[in-house]
């Protein structure tokens, strides 16, 4: 067998996607929309092996490695080789190339990291190159009907409605909260500052696919002391944004959190409330990170009860 390797080419998607097939997990879905021609802005180097037959140069697994907006201080790397050509060296090749790729990276980041799930081909050659799981993260849908629904202030629709409310993914308190709780529970990939603006890009506007939102506020300030305008609003402490609309057989895509600064009881409270109601008739899938430490005292008892499952594959982050 004759290896060749190079940089990316147009075209080469459709190659590839002959040779591969269907992707075998999700992080393989999600990490070939990553491969595409070599960039500086956002910096990106893409790599592609051919095997050359009685000439003929045909396209057998390719790499990336590319900057991170959100996590600077990783670079997010992917290699995929077709399934007769594993064992062979190539991948083991391309990762040698893309470590040096890395050295060359303008930021002076050069520590890799990818995703994978247990037990499979990726992860695998993940644990042969000395990338080590730091995070884990799983698809759970939680049932209809799956808390008891919370009673706020008096039971009043009215005490409901101050509490509880449908915000624009525009607001600037929404994005506020989202980014620094997005922030608080990846200090184990070091996200830095997120600005308001990144924010909405990235998980509020119609791009991200973000359609609705709900928050819970604390009782009005009012309560807090005399003095205290009676229209003031509560603080959010908690949010769920929708991506997915959803119906009584396909849960809808949330993201829910909830504000960092409130204590562990509190946080549980609140996102175990806001769940209730989001869920109290369809089904939700959320992404629960372990460092999600609210939203697993909520979800695990769930799944022990039944009325919640995991989807799909666990999905490990594995790095340097």
């Known amino acids: 067998m004759a290896v060749e390797y190079r940089e990316w080419r147009d075209g080469d998607d459709l190659a590839l996607l002959e040779i591969w097939g269907g992707p075998e997990t999700l992080p393989a879905?999600?990490?070939?929309?990553a491969l595409a021609p070599s960039s500086n802005a956002p910096w990106r180097r893409?790599?592609?092996?051919?095997?050359?037959v009685d000439g003929v140069a045909i396209p057998v697994a390719a790499a990336v490695v590319h900057e991170a907006s959100l996590h600077p201080e990783r670079l997010w790397a992917y290699i995929e080789v077709a399934k007769d050509h594993r064992r062979?060296?190539?991948g083991a090749t391309l990762l040698t190339m893309l470590r040096?790729?890395?050295?060359?990276?303008?930021?002076?980041?050069s520590r890799l990291r990818c995703k994978v799930e247990p037990g499979t081909a990726g992860a695998a050659f993940a644990e042969w190159a000395g990338l080590a799981p730091i995070q884990r993260s799983r698809l759970v849908v939680v049932d209809p009907e799956p808390l008891k629904l919370p009673v706020f202030g008096d039971g009043s629709e009215e005490a409901a409605s101050e509490q509880v409310?449908?915000?624009?993914?525009?607001?600037?308190?929404?994005?506020?909260?989202?980014?620094?709780?997005?922030?608080?529970?990846?200090?184990?990939?070091n996200p830095g500052e997120i600005g308001i603006p990144t924010v909405q890009r990235m998980f509020l506007d119609d791009l991200s696919g973000a359609h609705g939102a709900v928050v819970l506020r604390a009782p009005k300030a009012s309560a807090f002391g005399a003095g205290v305008p009676a229209s003031r609003k509560g603080k959010i402490r908690a949010f769920a944004v929708s991506y997915a609309s959803g119906n009584a057989e396909e849960p809808s895509d949330v993201f829910l959190g909830h504000e960092p600064a409130l204590n562990a009881d509190e946080a549980t409270q609140a996102v175990g409330e806001l769940l209730a109601l989001i869920a109290y008739q369809h089904p939700v899938l959320l992404e629960v990170d372990d460092s999600m430490t609210a939203l697993r005292a909520v979800v695990d008892p769930l799944l022990a009860q039944g009325k919640a499952h995991v989807k799909g594959a666990d999905t490990q982050v594995v790095s340097d």
């Open 29 to 33: 879905q999600q990490f070939r929309a």
């Open 46 to 52: 893409c790599i592609v092996a051919e095997d050359v």
């Open 88 to 90: 062979s060296g190539i």
């Open 100 to 109: 040096r790729e890395a050295e060359l990276a303008p930021s002076g980041v």
């Open 165 to 189: 409310e449908d915000l624009a993914t525009g607001s600037v308190e929404l994005s506020d909260v989202v980014g620094r709780y997005y922030t608080a529970v990846h200090q184990w990939d």
